[in-house]
């Protein structure tokens, strides 16, 4: 592979529900996730993250691997209810004492430290007192919470993500149902997309006006999204595609860097859309110093607009029957254990089609990844799918910056295997093979591989 900008950010990610564990530890409250995950037949085996990869305890052994990979960042959520136990008022001194340690350590490593606010673990008093993320103060409260995190923490992290794919919070927690709180509706994924948006942008102002010229920080935000091929070459197909990117990933990016959302889905949601006010498109349009991406599979998009389209689950980015879009895959497709489509072009026109839409915008891969049914075979894990996955995504990623395209960073997802949400353990993601019996840690050849590839990036 040719040389990436000697500028380039190199990174893994995870997110706190998944790896910390110590759910109830040193004060830290309930997060819908841990009521969730206490319903039966929600998760898969009923498995839960009460102790998850036991980050809390292990942290420093892992920032020891990470700086055994070579990596220059790592990205990491802060879990709400750890520091502030009910969402607000009283802010938890153990949770802010761990998170900065952990930075203390990462940054004794030469680590950058990339903190996301919001990794979906709602604390749970929120979503019983106040509706969760379709409560109208739900903002203000995300932005005390956040103050909180800029006081203690600003000082050393330099790079801020406010809120994690705010498309599966909305979508599959309160459209579809499959993740926490639960729930399903046909109006209340619009409504929670419209305050996580609010949300964003309040945090954003805040650190901007009281925090950003003395910690010279930057903020961003991270949506995920697939990338739509039109099925055919027929403008109806053409129309779908493109219909489908603006309800997936247009609903969250079009107010942050156009100033309101797609006219598209205007028309085709009609009043269950919110809208914004004069005064909050002012203050939403431009809150985000780079462009984060999640991204990881692709599908065709076909019209399905003279038919009844049945919702899925990890199908399209609004309400199936919102979008009238139909979507498949390529038999020929190599597919994850997730059952996700491996389409390394996709992701070089997704960039593309980000840089062209909002303006040449910063972009960083905050996510990227894949999951395979990972075993131990005479002491390693033979995981050379994974280690083709990120060749081939990174060598399309680099086609896109030679074709203009401003990509600054690249994080895989996910440092090590971890509680996979609703699919519990039984989706590995990680670099590294965690035994969840014994949490012993193991690098896969997909990590060795990664260490040699930036090292030789860095010569």
């Known amino acids: 592979m040719n040389q990436f900008p000697n500028t380039f950010t190199w990174g893994t990610a995870t997110s706190a529900y998944q790896i910390e564990g110590g759910w109830n530890l040193n004060g830290k409250g309930p997060s819908i996730w841990d009521a969730f995950c206490q319903i039966p037949g929600k998760i898969a085996k009923n498995e839960t993250g009460q102790v998850a990869c036991n980050h809390l305890e292990h942290f420093k052994e892992d920032i020891l691997l990470m700086k055994q990979m070579g990596l220059d960042a790592y990205r990491f959520s802060i879990s709400w209810p750890r520091i502030q136990p009910k969402g607000y008022g009283k802010k938890n001194k153990a949770g802010i004492q761990f998170y900065s340690e952990l930075i203390d350590c990462l940054l004794e490593h030469d680590i950058e430290p990339w903190v996301t606010l919001y990794h979906w673990d709602l604390p749970l008093a929120l979503q019983l007192e106040k509706d969760g993320w379709i409560g109208d103060e739900i903002s203000d409260y995300f932005t005390q919470y956040a103050d909180i995190c800029f006081e203690h923490f600003g000082d050393r992290v330099k790079h801020w993500i406010t809120i994690n794919e705010p498309w599966v919070v909305a979508m599959l927690g309160y459209g579809q149902g499959v993740f926490a709180p639960g729930r399903s509706s046909n109006s209340e994924p619009y409504k929670a997309g419209h305050e996580l948006i609010k949300a964003h942008a309040k ?29 055919t070459n027929s403008p109806e197909d053409r129309a779908s595609a493109q219909r489908a990117l603006e309800f997936f990933l247009g609903w969250f990016a079009d107010p942050i860097y156009l100033g309101d959302y797609p006219e598209i889905m205007k028309k085709k949601v009609g009043d269950r859309l919110p809208s914004f006010s004069e005064e909050e498109k002012s203050m939403i349009k431009g809150s985000s110093d780079f462009f984060g991406l999640n991204h990881y599979t692709t599908m ?17 980015g609004g309400l199936s029957e919102d979008q009238q879009v139909s979507l498949s895959t390529d038999p020929s497709w190599k597919q994850t254990s997730m059952n996700w489509s491996i389409v390394p072009w996709g992701c070089r026109k997704l960039l593309e089609w980000i840089d062209q839409r909002y303006g040449h915008p910063e972009i960083i891969i905050t996510e990227n990844g894949c999951a395979f049914d990972d075993q131990i075979i005479d002491g390693h894990i033979q995981d050379n799918q994974r280690q083709e996955f990120y060749q081939s995504y990174l060598e399309e990623s680099l086609k896109a910056i030679n074709n203009g395209v401003k990509l600054k960073g690249y994080f895989a997802w996910s440092f090590m295997d971890n509680f996979e949400w609703a699919s519990g353990y039984e989706k590995r993601f990680g670099l590294h093979y965690v035994d969840f019996e014994t949490l012993e840690r193991t690098p896969k050849l997909s990590a060795l591989w990664f260490r040699d590839f930036l090292s030789g990036q860095k010569k």
């Open 203 to 231: 945090t954003v102002q805040l650190y901007r006006t009281k925090y950003q010229k003395e910690q010279g920080g930057i903020i961003g935000i991270s949506n995920n999204c697939d990338w739509r091929e039109p099925l």
């Open 300 to 316: 065709y998009a076909a019209d399905a607009s003279s038919k009844q389209v049945k919702t899925s689950v990890y199908g399209n």
